[in-house]
């Protein structure tokens, strides 16, 4: 299953949804992809509801089925169960792609074409954004690059660095270019979702609180993040001005092993790389048991995986230049797609005035 947070168009502004994604959704969206529509789950909910002779339809809905992703899990943790059976009756109804022809009790639209929403970054609030480092033929060719060694610890423990969850961009939508950056990146990476609340979680209980993955588009601003390495606190604004995320939430059982999908970045249509990520030094579920040791995860939390082998442009040494479009791509979950903007404005004068 797809799970998708997308935006209808009102007279007083977007609204946000949770929706599941249907149809061929695997290759590059708009692309030969056939007909991919997204189901309004919560008014899809109320419409069964009101066949089944509830007055109070609407409002069951919103109990049992919330329209925010992250509601959602919040009462159901990782379980698909109402979805599978609200989606289940929507299938026994009929009816186009288009879901013109069933409505829910207050007459809203229960289905929609893909090309009449835009897609958000599947969870648009996220308590905590960690990315860690899971792939060792990645760090070998970058920190060779900068004449480094893969430290020791790395292989001992799961490491990563946290970012601004405030600054997501969903597919499709145009990503910035910082003003204080002369060198832009990307990295192709895969990210887990926190479906249930957890803490202190064993391996086992830990894969059962991922509500599944996703495409995570690291845009990287290098000649700042140079620098700020050198401090060994981690990246800060050579990484936080954007962070790619969509376009959907693939549930674990629908993708299986995520180190074994094929992937690829494509710049302006080109293909500029392809990669399996292989093995990962520290599965998600490791990740994730070892982030829960004496602390609480929530529902919502996005674990990036680092980029894959051949992941980014400093690995071929191939640079992204403001207006490209950027498609990441992952089988069996479709495509990441953004814009680069331009530099716009002066930087900043951050620096205090000379006495």
Same mark, same amino acid.
């Given at each position: 299953m797809k799970l998708c947070t997308f935006r209808i168009p009102t007279p007083a502004g977007g609204i946000d949804r949770f929706g599941v994604a249907e149809g061929d959704v695997t290759s !590059?969206? *708009?692309?030969?992809?056939? #007909?991919?529509s997204i189901v309004d789950v919560n008014a899809a909910?109320?419409?069964?509801?009101?066949?089944q002779g509830w007055l109070t339809a609407a409002d069951r809905a919103d109990a049992f089925c919330p329209p925010e992703i992250g509601r959602y899990a919040s009462v159901h943790g990782t379980s698909l169960a109402v979805l599978e059976d609200t989606l289940g009756w929507l299938a026994s109804r009929g009816g186009s792609a288009a879901?013109?022809?069933?409505?829910?009790?207050? *007459? #809203? +639209?229960?289905?929609? @074409? !893909?090309?009449?929403?835009?897609? @958000?970054?599947p969870v648009t609030k996220v308590p905590v954004l960690r990315d860690f480092a899971a792939f060792e033929d990645h !760090?070998?060719?970058?920190?060779? +690059?900068?004449?480094?060694?893969?430290?020791?610890? =790395? /292989?001992? @423990?799961?490491?990563?660095?946290?970012?601004n969850s405030t600054s997501l961009y969903g597919h499709a939508e145009d990503v910035p270019w910082p003003a204080y950056a002369k060198k832009l990146d990307y990295e192709?990476?895969?990210?887990?979702?926190?479906?249930?609340?957890v803490r202190d979680a064993d391996i086992e209980a830990a894969a059962g609180c991922i509500l599944g993955y996703t495409l995570l588009n690291d845009f990287s601003a290098r000649d700042v993040q140079r620098g700020e390495m050198q401090n060994s606190t981690g990246? /800060? +604004?050579?990484?936080?001005?954007?962070w790619g995320l969509g376009p959907w939430i693939v549930t674990p059982d629908e993708l299986g092993d995520p180190a074994a999908v094929n992937m690829k970045v494509?710049? $302006?249509?080109?293909? =500029?790389?392809?990669?399996?990520?292989g093995p990962m030094q520290w599965t998600f579920p %490791?990740?994730?048991?070892?982030?829960?040791?004496? %602390?609480?995860?929530?529902?919502?939390?996005?674990?990036?995986?680092?980029?894959?082998? $051949?992941?980014?442009?400093?690995?071929?040494?191939? =640079?992204? #230049?403001?207006?490209?479009?950027?498609? !990441? =791509?992952? %089988?069996g979950i479709g495509t990441l797609r953004h814009r680069v903007g331009f530099p716009e404005g002066p930087q900043v004068k951050w620096r205090r005035t000379a006495a």
């Open positions: !590059l969206l *708009g692309e030969g992809t056939g #007909e991919i909910c109320a419409s069964m509801a009101a066949h879901g013109g022809d069933l409505v829910g009790p207050r *007459g #809203e +639209k229960v289905r929609f @074409r !893909l090309d009449e929403v835009q897609l @958000r970054p !760090l070998k060719v970058t920190f060779g +690059k900068m004449g480094l060694e893969i430290p020791a610890v =790395w /292989y001992e @423990r799961p490491l990563c660095f946290k970012g192709l990476e895969l990210a887990a979702v926190i479906g249930r609340a990246p /800060y +604004k050579g990484k936080d001005f954007a494509a710049v $302006n249509g080109e293909v =500029w790389a392809e990669s399996t990520p %490791e990740i994730v048991s070892y982030t829960s040791q004496c %602390e609480t995860l929530n529902v919502g939390d996005v674990f990036g995986s680092g980029t894959v082998n $051949n992941g980014c442009g400093f690995e071929i040494d191939r =640079w992204i #230049e403001p207006g490209d479009v950027v498609d !990441l =791509w992952a %089988e």
